[in-house]
């Protein structure tokens, strides 16, 4: 009797520890691959850390099941061969509970589409469209900026210096108004914590207390709080 118990308490262990809560559900495709890797990531103490990994061998779906500890920004890295450098081929999401799906292709895996059945990543796409308008058009300033520069034009360089103050308090205020807008969203401290370096303090706080209180105490909304105070 005392095996019995014994081989069910080991089994219900074996099982506890091997399965897996499936939070968060990841499929999609990689067209026109044929070999390569796929990696999921996230930051951990300011570095990128590997999650997961597939490999493709002639086959160009994949799937990864994530046990979440909160939502939080993620990352999914393809690798097409040995040669290439980390972090050139990567997109970014936001992870919660339920599901997302990815349409890519092999040449183009960092405009992959990102479709998902919650909030927090709707909510993040239309965020990183619009943060992406300002930085093409900070890329644009920078070609003006090397042509004025060569030219030697000093009038066209104060000029582009103005711009790129105007641009930044835009951008600032974008995010800003984009996390009071969304106060019960995991991702609105996150946006804030991304455009933090631009953000005076007051500010900060200032979206801090707009926030649902338990978004205060989400992970990011943690971070925030200790950026504030620090």
Do not use: W
């Not at 890797?37 to 590997?50: A, G, H, P, T």
């Amino acid at each position: 009797m005392k095996r019995i118990v014994g081989v069910v308490i080991a089994c219900l262990i074996i099982f506890s520890c091997s399965s897996k809560r499936e939070d968060l559900i990841i499929t999609g495709q990689v067209k026109g691959i044929k070999k390569g890797k796929l990696f999921l990531q996230k930051v951990s103490d300011s570095v990128i850390v590997n999650l997961d990994s597939i490999t493709f061998y002639n086959n160009d779906d994949f799937t990864f099941t994530v046990e979440l500890e909160h939502p939080e920004m993620m990352y999914l890295e393809l690798q097409k061969d040995t040669l290439e450098e980390p972090g050139q081929n990567f997109v970014p999401f936001f992870a919660d509970k339920g599901n997302l799906m990815v349409n890519s292709s092999l040449d183009k895996f960092v405009y992959a589409t990102i479709d998902a059945d919650y909030e927090n990543h709707k909510v993040f796409t239309t965020y990183a469209s619009n943060i992406k308008r300002f930085g093409d058009f900070k890329l644009d300033l920078i070609k003006e900026e090397l042509e004025a520069r060569k030219n030697d034009d000093q009038q066209k360089l104060d000029s582009i210096n103005e711009a790129y103050d105007r641009m930044n308090k835009r951008r600032v205020l974008y995010a800003i108004n984009f996390a009071k807008a969304n106060p019960k969203l995991e991702v609105s401290p996150y946006i804030v914590l991304d455009q933090a370096r631009y953000i005076n303090k007051s500010y900060l706080d200032t979206v801090y207390r707009a926030l649902d209180k338990k978004i205060q105490k989400s992970f990011y909304g943690k971070q925030l709080k200790a950026m504030i105070d620090k």
